[in-house]
T-cell receptor
Framework: GAGVSQSPSNKVTEKGKDVELRCDPI?????LYWYRQSLGQGLEFLIY????????KSGLPSDRFSAERTGGSVSTLTIQRTQQEDSAVYLC?????????????FGPGTRLTVL | GQNIDQPTEMTATEGAIVQINCTYQ??????LFWYQQHAGEAPTFLSY????GLEEKGRFSSFLSRSKGYSYLLLKELQMKDSASYLC?????????FGIGTKLQVIP
């Protein structure tokens, strides 16, 4: 079946603008994760959804970042008033089952550049 | 909390064997993943260890010692396509935390 998809693949925006990033997880996967990866750095956890609820928002770096998930499927990550330090690749991953030890399947990412 | 330590870079020769070590301190430990990430691409799953010992999967093997907070990834018969970053990711209570990764360069 289809894997995790993300859109857009690339986004260039001006400082101060809002951006919305979309993730379509694998059908039937109840868990969904957002990560951020700056150039040459590791994966930084942002937020985790189980169904439509977000039991762990601990990684969101500021109140400019928010995320939602509707219908237990598609998720959007919104960054308001973007700053240059927000430039990174934003990766989404989904996981099937209920065990945190099940494999996460990653999407191709959205490369965000804030000018 | 989570604390992960792995070498930032390694170089090995095509056809050789390389071992990438990872030490961790994880609350509520519940297993450990290894993921591979080629430059500019998303991470892909390699292995998951939840019990102590060695798990072999083709050219790749992964070892875990829970009492020592230690894991390694062993790559045999290295190929040029194995040049990538290898991410150690312990599973804690409700969360997987990814290390910064070890960038492996395979040279002819």
């Amino acid at each position: 079946g289809a894997g995790v998809s993300q859109s857009p693949s690339n986004k260039v925006t001006e400082k101060g603008k809002d951006v919305e990033l979309r993730c379509d997880p694998i059908s039937g996967h109840t868990a969904l994760y957002w990560y951020r990866q700056s150039l040459g750095q590791g994966l930084e956890f942002l937020i985790y959804f189980q169904g439509n609820s977000a039991p762990d928002k601990s990684g969101l770096p500021s109140d400019r970042f928010s995320a939602e998930r509707t219908g237990g499927s598609v998720s959007t990550l919104t960054i308001q008033r973007t700053q240059q330090e927000d430039s990174a690749v934003y990766l989404c991953a989904s996981r099937g089952g209920t065990s945190v030890g099940n494999e996460q399947f990653f999407g191709p990412g959205t490369r965000l550049t804030v000018l | 909390g989570q604390n992960i330590d792995q070498p930032t870079e390694m170089t090995a020769t095509e056809g050789a064997i390389v071992q990438i070590n990872c030490t961790y301190q994880t609350s509520g430990f519940n297993g450990l993943f290894w993921y591979q990430q080629h430059a500019g691409e998303a991470p892909t799953f390699l292995s998951y260890n939840v019990l102590d010992g060695l798990e072999e999967k083709g050219r790749f093997s992964s070892f875990l010692s829970r009492s020592k907070g230690y894991s390694y990834l062993l790559l045999k018969e290295l190929q040029m396509k194995d040049s990538a970053s290898y991410l150690c990711a312990p599973v804690g209570y409700q969360k997987v935390t990814f290390g910064i990764g070890t960038k492996l360069q395979v040279i002819p």
